[in-house]
């Protein structure tokens, strides 16, 4: 089988072909594209969660591509990061981190991220045309994560145009040079809080380093970036995937508009049903796998669809319709296992204080152009729209 995703019409709506896929086998051989290798693609939601559980898929990628030329040039901090390890590297950098993003921990971002999204909806032209992934979308996780970590305002635009660039399909010199930028940026910033000392989770991360030597200071830029583009990308394609699923769906945005506790409930239905990660990053077997009833060789990637498991209708019936009232928490939109996203509560708490203020502001907002003419980021890890246009 040719790898679906590498057809632009995928792009547009990837969900028909995930359903063909799926319905010939949950879990499929995939044929290498160009410059590929070959490996399995994973649809079914009951063999995505067993995958994303399972200890015999590594996420080692420098053990993987050790002994395979490659004239790529990702810095290693951005190529070993904390997804690309397995334990007890992985759960050591790991326990570092969770405590930032504990649910009491992101309580006390609430006020800050409220703050800021009133701010840039202030700037929002009243009844005018204009871009809700420029206007919201995009900035309010990256100022939140920004000012979690301590990055300067002046920085943050260059930090959000070099972390886009990390998510170029198809142009592995681009993703090179910006993992490049963003190592050398995020090393320029952990010398300056050296000098000037604060109390940024990126300042505690640089004492476990200096202190306790628990991090290498390879690992402690790796782990500052990781946290950077991560804490972003992903809550930037949610909230403009959950903004397009309710336009397209008008009944459950009038819905949300006038009934507005409802928006924590109906997060999990709306990141199933157009996920923001179409794809979980980087596995490989370490040895013979028997998964869905197909039997995968050692020392093969295995493609974890999640976009396509959150649309099994075996797990979520009539997947293809956004229903509020729709029990959806098993959606793996934030993985599962070890590696599951540390950052979901911070991006859970993002979107429900951002769509809450943006219906509660304009509680008419609209899409503003045809939905064919909606162009979405040409990249496979993640879906996301490169702009919403919408009239409020």
């Known amino acids: 089988m040719t790898d679906p995703t590498q057809d632009p019409r995928f792009l547009q709506d990837p969900y028909p072909a995930y359903a063909a896929l799926r319905s010939a086998c949950p879990v499929q051989p995939l044929s290498p594209g160009s410059g590929g290798r070959p490996g399995f693609l994973v649809t079914g939601h009951a063999e995505a969660r067993e995958a994303l559980g399972d200890g015999r898929l590594s996420k080692d990628t420098a053990v993987f591509f050790a002994d395979k030329g490659s004239r790529r040039r990702l810095h290693p901090a951005v190529a070993r990061t904390m997804l690309a390890c397995d334990p007890p590297r992985h759960t050591r950098l790991r326990k570092l981190v969770t405590k930032a993003f504990t649910t009491g ?18 700037r929002w032209p009243a009844g005018e045309r204009f ?25 943050r635009a260059h930090v959000r145009r070099r972390s886009a660039q990390l998510f170029a399909a ?18 320029e910033l952990v010398a300056a809080k050296r000098r000037a000392p604060g109390d940024s989770l990126l300042d505690r991360l640089i004492a476990a380093r200096d202190g306790a030597d628990r991090l290498s200071e390879e690992e402690l830029v790796s782990l500052a970036v990781l946290l950077l583009v991560a804490g972003h990308e992903t809550t930037t394609n949610a909230l403009g995937n959950a903004v397009l699923a309710l336009f397209r769906h008008p009944t459950e945005l009038a819905r949300l508009r006038d009934r507005q506790s409802d928006v924590p409930a109906a997060l999990d239905e709306l990141l199933r049903f157009d996920s923001s990660v179409s794809t979980a990053t980087f596995r490989f077997t370490t040895e013979p796998v028997t998964l869905g009833g197909t039997d995968i060789p050692a020392g093969v990637p295995v493609l974890i669809a999640l976009g396509a498991a959150n649309r099994d209708p075996a797990r979520f019936p009539a997947p293809d319709l956004l229903d509020l009232d ?3 928490a098993a959606q793996l939109g934030f993985g599962h296992g070890i590696h599951r996203c540390v950052g979901a509560p911070l991006a859970r708490a993002e979107m429900e204080i951002a769509l809450g203020a943006v219906l509660t502001r304009f509680p008419g907002i609209r899409l503003a152009v045809p939905v064919e003419q909606l162009e979405w980021r040409r990249t496979r890890l993640v879906r996301g729209l490169t702009a919403l246009p919408v009239l409020a």
């Open 105 to 122: 921990a992101v309580k006390e971002l609430r006020p800050f991220i409220a703050r800021v999204t009133d701010e840039l909806l202030d």
């Open 131 to 155: 871009d809700f992934v420029a206007g919201l979308a995009v900035p309010l996780p990256v100022i939140v994560i920004c000012e979690l970590l301590g990055v300067p305002p002046a920085d």
């Open 170 to 187: 198809g142009e592995p010199d681009v993703i090179d040079a910006a993992s490049h930028a963003m190592a050398d940026y995020m090393t």
């Open 326 to 328: 729709r029990a959806a």
